[in-house]
């Protein structure tokens, strides 16, 4: 993942703070197979765009121009949702607080 900034479409000479991940390509994968995964790419930016959760980062946008395919999200700082879930420290949620984060993620 990485980090960007993009202007904003909304408000004019700002900025927008993005993570920007690339989507792998296995070398090992035949021509026609990436074919179809980029046939199958649109398919799954409208399914992304769709999803809508308080715990679950808000797809901005794509990028299939180049050789490489890349989603835009919203960029959280503080890490990701797993980082968070693991850290040793006495800021981890209790284990109802994740079991809730799950059940929600799972049912969007």
Not at 26 to 39: F, G, I, T
Not at 47 to 61: E, K, M, T, W
Request: some cysteine; aromatic content about 6%.
């Amino acid at each position: 993942v990485y980090f960007g900034r993009v202007p904003s479409l909304q408000q004019e000479g700002q900025m927008l703070e993005v993570a920007v991940r690339k989507l792998r390509q296995v070398e090992s994968m035949k021509v026609s197979q990436q074919q179809l995964s980029r046939k199958q790419f649109p398919n799954e930016i409208r399914a992304l765009s769709r999803v809508f959760h308080r715990n679950i980062v808000q797809l901005q946008g794509q990028c299939s121009d180049g050789p490489e395919l890349c989603l835009v999200y919203e960029y959280i700082p503080g890490g990701t949702l797993g980082q968070c879930l693991s850290k040793t420290s006495t800021g981890v949620p209790r284990w109802d607080i994740r079991m809730s984060i799950a059940e929600g993620v799972a049912k969007a």
